[in-house]
């Protein structure tokens, strides 16, 4: 059954619901049973944890990404600093575990078509795990959209849509005209998606048991997997307790944390959204109420951060090893914000999700500085 995240109404599973009535989104209830090691993948693992069984056909390699401690950071705040290092799936970013259960359901349900809305990063992932399953493929990019993004999904071969209108009402109607051409679109907050990112949560448990766990977010259906998984983990005996959890958004687009801050129970549209980290820049998050709803269930807390502070955290990330894209370095920035305001105490046990490649968005980078030499010189050059 598929439950509704606020007025807990039910619904079969057996016909592609997505939302519910009331507005809010759909998800799968909590999974209860113990957590038996068999397997190596995440996906054979915690096999019993997901709603449907897995095909290892429709893998790409995605999931079992390398939980890294950041020996810099961790030093310099007086933390244990762990970064989950997602981008090193498939197509670069977390979006391939949630895509790869999307496809499993739309398969179920017999669709041959699916489809997404995306800006970027799940609009590859949907194309690409579409072409290796062999399904007809619709993307629906928004009319702002850098070529730079367009081209990166050639490869897979799929339809690509652009649309002149409202982006966040693309989303809505993406779901209707899916209904009725039976085109299954896998969207940011899609129930299924949303299990697929769970395995996120139970990776890092077989590994530590964390105080806190940061999550960049847009549409929230990243941050509600992570909390659905750690749940589901913490009640299968893997974990002894909850870590508390932090959402962070950028400032020049932060309409959960206004509504959080604000005490309020339902987002409101945030207008003239402006921020450098464009793959979490969604001004009307479909999931954005049922995020609020779970930061005051589990007392977690949604910080923003500057673009500034961004750019900065990007450059930290790069000298610990790891290359991310700036939506994927607002976690870093804000670890440093909270552990400066003693919201993050000393010596806790911290994990920053960093969400998708920094090759993805080559643009933003500065050209670093280069020297000039002849190979006669080379060993005076080389100092
Ligand atoms: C999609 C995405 C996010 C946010 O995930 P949501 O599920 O939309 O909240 C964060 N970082 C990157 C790189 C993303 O692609
Ligand atoms: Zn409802």
């Not at 179920?108 to 995306?118: K, N, P, Y």
């Not at 400032?251 to 793959?279: D, Y």
């Not at 005051?296 to 790069?318: F, M, R, S």
Request: charged share 25%; aromatic share 10%; net charge positive.
């Amino acid at each position: 059954m598929l439950r509704c995240t606020s007025c807990g109404r039910m619904y079969s599973f057996d016909s592609p619901y997505q939302r519910c009535e009331c507005g809010e989104p759909l998800e799968l209830e909590l999974f209860n049973g113990m957590y038996k090691k068999k397997g190596k993948r995440v996906w054979e693992r915690f096999s019993e944890f997901f709603p449907l069984e897995l095909d290892p056909e429709l893998s790409l390699g995605e999931g079992d990404t390398p939980l890294t401690r950041a020996k810099k950071l961790s030093k310099e705040l007086g933390i244990e600093l762990y970064l989950k290092n997602e981008t090193i799936n498939p197509t670069w970013s977390f979006k391939d575990r949630g895509t790869y259960l999307g496809i499993h359901r739309a398969i179920q349900l017999d669709f041959r078509r699916i489809g997404t809305v995306s800006t970027g990063n799940m609009a590859a992932s949907v194309a690409a795990y579409g072409a290796h399953s062999e399904l007809e493929v619709y993307i629906l990019v928004s009319s702002t959209i850098p070529e730079e993004k367009i081209k990166a999904l050639a490869p897979y071969g799929a339809k690509i849509v652009k649309v002149h209108g409202d982006y966040g009402e693309l989303y809505y109607r993406a779901l209707e005209i899916g209904q009725k051409k039976g085109i299954y679109f896998i969207n940011s907050d899609d129930p299924f998606r949303v299990e697929g990112y769970k395995s996120i949560s139970f990776e890092i448990s077989e590994e530590i048991t964390p105080d806190y766990v940061i999550v960049p977010t847009s549409s929230g259906g990243l941050f509600r997997g992570i909390v659905k998984g750690f749940l589901e983990a913490k009640n299968s005996g893997l974990i002894e307790k909850l870590p508390r959890f932090f959402v962070v958004q950028a400032e020049g687009c932060s309409p959960i944390c206004k509504a959080f801050n604000a005490g309020k129970e339902k987002i409101e549209r945030f207008e003239n959204p402006h921020t450098i980290a464009h793959a979490i820049e969604n001004p009307y998050p479909p999931s954005g109420n049922a995020v609020l709803r779970l930061l005051k269930k589990l007392n977690g807390i949604c910080t923003t951060v500057t673009d500034e502070e961004i750019l900065e955290a990007q450059k930290i990330l790069g000298r610990e090893g790891i290359f991310v894209q700036l939506a994927s370095a607002t976690g870093i920035a804000a670890v440093k914000k909270l552990r400066r305001k003693g919201i993050i105490k000393e010596g806790a046990i911290v994990v920053s999700i960093l969400t998708g490649s920094g090759l993805k968005t080559l643009r933003y980078i500065k050209q670093p500085k280069v020297e000039e030499c002849s190979l006669q010189r080379l060993e005076e050059c080389i100092g």
